[in-house]
């Protein structure tokens, strides 16, 4: 998010400077900030008040930005729904949240009217009046309410604070050499962490960003041959599926300066692929509840070390922290700890759960991130895959991660993921999860011996299970807890 004049300042000094391109036309700075100043009008006139949750339904859209940067005027808190969930799941977050006003896209308007009577179409938007006077927001002050991309019961939502998203767009531009001359096309989906991913930090500092309504990997690249991006940003699937699209071999990316992959670690094919074409590649690590963006790398030493994601941000500390609450030494997996101005206030009316997720060692506040990782002798950090998902097998500890990467070493192999389910002998096994590319043939032996090659014999998957493709959460993540229920519908749980 922009401090509370930052965009004021942006449209008074440079009002006709490009800002953001959506549904075949460029909005300008100016117009920008008039269209938050009207949603900010139309809410007031709704009743809307500071602390209010106002809530979105809706694919990528412009009205995810009118009503960000409409907060600092009214001092509301924007919190969009995963469009993709059903209408119970909706509901429950609906009745958990309490928003004020529900505000729907094209094709919601049936599940908003379910959700709340009096929900309105999003080109109400446009119809308030500009408000003339700002509210009062401070550092801590929420602006967003963010939902975890849970899958398993009620997703947690994540107050972020003005605080955490200044300091996001001013370190990710610091950090990651952005300028306003950068231009970027946001594809992934905004009800999650798109928006504060680069967005924000872009058009702090006056860059474009070309809005994609639905990421669709044809559509996406013929905007890369007009806008000519600087950088690009996507979730591995989103890679994966451009290397596959017809218009990828004639594709022109010697504009971009880097790729950056957010929400999974991406296959070393992948990354193979793009710097074929002379892209450079990062990868990324953030959660919503830190950031988003949590660690920084130069370019070349990106590239000398392709797994790590490299080290903090400048203003965030991190720790790695044992089973047993020591401290994990070099090489050593622990559990990934942050610290920072980065972090979130807490979880929206959960307080058992922010018991569980914070910890005050007497001087610092950290975030049990969930997420284990090592450092190597240069600092560097490498994510290694979820706490949760770590699982034992005949007493050693197998990392889903590694076991993945393995596997997409395989040339037919498009998707892969790994996960421990229960075995009498071994206590607990890895079965994967296997996507091949079109055309391609591939026996469970003839993979299991291409791993025996790279990894030692715990590790490699007991199980192997063949499918079109693998389930994704909303973000696009691989979702793990469906296809642990897909191999137990199959074989039974232990």
């Known amino acids: 998010m922009l401090e509370p004049n930052r965009l004021a300042w942006l449209a008074a000094h440079h009002p006709e400077r490009e800002a953001v391109f959506f549904r075949e036309r460029w909005l300008t700075y100016g117009e920008l900030y008039g269209r938050a100043r009207r ?188 806008f000519r991006p600087t950088l690009l940003f996507l979730v591995p699937t989103m890679f994966q599926m451009l290397l596959e699209a017809e218009a990828w071999e004639g594709v022109d990316l010697s504009p971009v300066r880097f790729a950056i992959s957010g929400g999974a670690p991406c296959p070393a094919p992948v990354r193979e692929a793009f710097r074929r074409k002379g892209v450079r590649f990062k990868q990324g690590y953030g959660l919503t509840e830190c950031g988003v963006n949590c660690f920084a790398f130069e370019l070349e030493e990106a590239e000398a070390y392709p797994e790590s994601v490299g080290r903090p941000m400048p203003h965030l500390k991190a720790r790695l922290v044992r089973e047993d609450g020591k401290e994990a030494g070099v090489g050593e997996a622990g559990e990934l700890w942050l610290s920072g101005s980065a972090v979130m206030k807490g979880y929206f009316r959960r307080p058992e759960e922010n018991e569980k997720v914070f ?22 950090f490498y994510i290694v895959g979820r706490r949760k998902e770590m699982f034992i097998s005949g007493g050693e500890n197998v990392y889903p991660v590694e076991v993945e990467r393995a596997l997409y070493d395989h040339p037919a192999v498009k998707e892969a993921a790994v996960v421990g389910v229960p075995d009498p002998r071994w206590g607990e096994v890895g079965v994967a999860f296997v996507a091949l590319r079109p055309g391609a043939r591939l026996e469970a032996e003839a993979l299991k011996a291409f791993l025996r090659e790279r990894l030692a014999g715990y590790k490699v998957p007991k199980g192997f299970l063949f499918l079109e493709e693998l389930p994704k959460t909303g973000p696009g993540k691989v979702n793990k807890e469906a296809l642990k229920r897909l191999w137990e519908e199959g074989h039974g749980a232990a």
Do not use: C
């Open 359 to 380: 910890a005050w060692d007497g001087e610092r506040l950290w975030l049990k991130t969930g997420d284990l990782a090592y450092r190597d002798e240069g600092g560097r």
């Open 39 to 226: 949603a900010a009008g139309l809410l007031r006139a709704l009743g809307v008040g500071r602390g209010d949750r106002v809530g979105l339904l809706a694919q990528n859209h412009l009205a995810y930005l009118d009503l960000l940067f409409a907060g600092p005027l009214l001092g509301h808190v924007l919190t969009p729904f995963n469009h993709r969930l059903s209408l119970p799941e909706l509901r429950s977050l609906h009745a958990y949240t309490e928003p004020r006003i529900l505000l729907y896209g094209e094709g919601f308007r049936e599940t908003a009217l379910a959700l709340d009577p009096k929900a309105l179409p999003l080109e109400a938007l446009e119809e308030g009046e500009e408000v003339r006077e700002e509210a009062r927001v401070g550092p801590e002050d929420p602006a967003l309410l963010l939902f975890t991309g849970g899958t398993t019961g009620l997703p947690k939502g994540a107050l972020i604070p003005y605080r955490q998203l200044w300091v996001n767009a001013l370190e990710t531009a610091a950090a990651w050499g952005l300028s306003r001359e950068d231009r970027y096309i946001l594809a992934t989906p905004m009800f999650h962490a798109a928006l504060n991913a680069l967005a924000t930090p872009l058009l702090y500092l006056g860059g474009r960003v070309v809005l994609m309504e639905r990421f669709r990997a044809e559509e996406y690249l013929e905007l890369v041959r007009r």
